[in-house]
Nanobody, 114 residues
Framework: QVQLVESGGGLVQPGWSLRLSCVASGIIFSFRQTGWYRQVPGKQRELVAD???????NYADSVKGRFTISRDNAKNTVYLQMNSLKPDDTAVYYC????????WGQGTQVTVSS
C-alpha cells in the first residue's frame, strides 16, 4: 500500500522558515516526479515546486528564491525548505508523486501570521 506522509507544518511569523518533509512507503521517489502543492479554501490547488526523477527542479514564480525542494534518496524523503515566509504562503501543503500513477499525501497546514 502506498502512503505519503507530510510533516513540518505549523504556525510561524512572517520572515521565519519552515521545512516540510514527505516520506513515502510503497513507492520510490527517485523513480518518480514529486512535488509540493498548496491549497487555500476557495482556491484551486497550485504547484509550489517539483523535482524530477533526474533531479531537475521547478518552482512557482511566487516562491522562487525563497523555497527549495530537495530529495534524500536514502531516506526516500522529499523536503520543501521555506524561507522568508509571507502571510500569502498560508495554505495546506500537499506532497504528490507521479509516474504512471499519482499519489497524494494528507496535507500539512502552514500558517504565516504575526
Amino acid at each position: 500500500q502506498v502512503q505519503l506522509v507530510e510533516s513540518g507544518g505549523g504556525l510561524v511569523q512572517p520572515g521565519w522558515s519552515l521545512r516540510l518533509s514527505c516520506v513515502a512507503s510503497g513507492i520510490i521517489f527517485s523513480f518518480r516526479q514529486t512535488g509540493w502543492y498548496r491549497q487555500v479554501p476557495g482556491k484551486q490547488r497550485e504547484l509550489v515546486a517539483d523535482i524530477s526523477s533526474g533531479g531537475s527542479t521547478n518552482y512557482a514564480d511566487s516562491v522562487k528564491g525563497r523555497f527549495t525542494i530537495s530529495r534524500d534518496n536514502a531516506k526516500n524523503t522529499v523536503y520543501l525548505q521555506m524561507n522568508s515566509l509571507k502571510p500569502d504562503d498560508t495554505a495546506v501543503y500537499y506532497c504528490m508523486s507521479r509516474r504512471m500513477s499519482e499519489y497524494w499525501g494528507q496535507g500539512t497546514q502552514v500558517t504565516v501570521s504575526s
